[in-house]
């Protein structure tokens, strides 16, 4: 079992940066890769980020590239989200999760792929 808590959502105007973190407990989490999902209001759960368990591989949503960087700290059992010139429709409760290790490449794009998810952060961005 791992637990993810994910912290570091907020207000913040359009253009600004916020930094969010997924602490992780239980199984090792080096073993697991991880991923970052959002739900916007009134939408279906999509895909954001994800990085693989040696952190030598990330991948992005094309509506995130170049603004959001994924990172981790296996020796922290940590990851992280840093979000800059966001916009308004990056509105959404932020979701870490995490994905056998053997999971790779597209696969990381797809929810079902994931066994541990946390509660969520709400990030609202003001126009």
């Known amino acids: 079992q791992v637990q993810l808590v994910e912290s570091g959502g907020g207000l913040v105007q359009a253009g600004g940066s916020l930094r969010l973190s997924c602490a992780a407990s239980?199984?090792?989490?080096?073993?697991?890769?991880m991923g970052w999902f959002r739900q916007p209001p009134g939408k279906e759960r999509e895909f954001v980020a994800a990085?693989?368990?040696?952190?030598?591989?990330?991948y992005y949503a094309d509506s995130v590239k170049g603004r959001f960087t994924i990172s981790r700290d296996n020796a922290k059992n940590t990851m992280a989200l840093q979000m800059n010139s966001l916009k308004p429709e990056d509105t959404a409760v932020y979701y870490c999760a995490a994905a056998n290790k053997a999971v790779l490449g597209l696969l990381l794009r797809l929810a079902r792929m994931y066994d541990y998810w946390g509660q969520g952060t709400q990030v609202t961005v003001s126009s």
């Open positions: 239980g199984r090792t989490a080096s073993r697991y890769a």
């Open positions: 990085i693989s368990w040696s952190g030598d591989s990330t």
